[in-house]
């Protein structure tokens, strides 16, 4: 018998109040499944609903209807399961890169000393094996990111959700950060749920790509196995001819949503 799914959503509709009364429905009837050991990334046009799916998983959002299930059980209030990276650090800036990651293993018991050894060892794990002692304000953004990427994998979640995490860093750097993520990634193989706006990033690390339609009321309308060789490079496979075959393909659908999402006034 198959292991059911890590994630499954099953036409999940979410609905927020206005101050007029009124019902704003910003997803419906989204069904997905993320399997033990794969990275889905999620793309859309603004506004469509990406986060809030994660939100779903992640189990700060409580649908208005349809269901959530984590590991075959129904979500029941937070995803213990689950590690979240937002698109905006989290790093206290009173504290050092060892102490930021450590805390996260500080709340939840482990002594001080054990937590910051290990927080040391995430540091080497993420390039950063000699800036333990510097502060949030010394640490370049990229670096940031990694010092993030440690306060949410210490914690060896099952399920990886992150929401446009390299978003604010720079063309090059975020190659380096994509790069990093696949290298944990294959260590131990998360369940990841990747929210971007960037198709060529979507495509670069993910194992499928599925594409949400222009809100209100946005639907999954795709879902592109990504069929690339891994291990891989993020900069150097958006060379191959087969990246750019699935870029045409899902981009061809992409678009018409892209285009809806601000009024036909795209090219």
Same mark, same amino acid.
């Given at each position: 018998m198959a292991d059911p799914p890590v994630v499954r959503l099953t036409r999940v509709d979410v609905a927020f109040p206005e101050p007029s009364g009124a019902v704003f429905k910003a997803v419906s009837g989204a069904s997905l499944e993320v399997a033990g050991s794969?990275?889905? !990334? /999620?793309?859309?046009?603004?506004?469509?609903?990406?986060?809030?799916?994660?939100?779903? +998983? =992640?189990?700060?959002?409580?649908? $208005? !209807?349809g269901t959530v299930d984590i590991f075959g059980t129904p979500l029941?209030?937070?995803? #213990?399961? +689950?590690?979240?990276?937002?698109?905006?650090? +989290?790093?206290?800036?009173?504290?050092? $890169?060892?102490?930021? /990651? !450590?805390? $996260?293993?500080?709340?939840?018991?482990?002594? +001080?000393?054990? $937590? #910051?050894? #290990?927080a040391q060892v995430w540091l080497t794990r993420v390039g950063l094996k000699s800036f333990g002692d510097r502060y949030a304000h010394q640490l370049s953004g990229g670096q940031r990111k990694r010092v993030g990427l440690a306060q949410v994998l210490i914690r060896d979640p099952k399920i990886l959700l992150m929401d446009e995490p390299f978003g604010p860093l720079d063309a090059q750097t975020r190659q380096i950060m994509g790069n990093l993520l696949l290298n944990l990634w294959a260590a131990d193989k998360k369940a990841v749920m990747f929210v971007t706006h960037d198709l060529e990033e979507a495509i670069a690390l993910a194992d499928r790509v599925? /594409?949400?339609? =222009?809100?209100p009321e946005a639907r999954i309308i795709g879902d592109h196995r990504i069929d690339l060789v891994r291990p891989r490079d993020a900069t150097e496979v958006r060379l191959q001819p087969r990246f750019h075959e699935l870029h045409k393909a899902i981009w061809g659908q992409l678009r018409a949503e892209v285009v809806k999402a601000y009024g036909g006034e795209i090219g």
């Open positions: 794969e990275f889905v !990334a /999620i793309v859309g046009p603004t506004g469509c609903g990406k986060s809030t799916l994660l939100n779903c +998983a =992640a189990g700060l959002l409580k649908p $208005a !209807a029941v209030g937070l995803n #213990r399961h +689950a590690g979240y990276l937002f698109q905006q650090d +989290a790093l206290m800036p009173w504290k050092t $890169a060892r102490d930021n /990651i !450590a805390l $996260a293993l500080e709340v939840g018991g482990t002594p +001080a000393t054990e $937590a #910051r050894d #290990r599925v /594409i949400m339609s =222009a809100g």
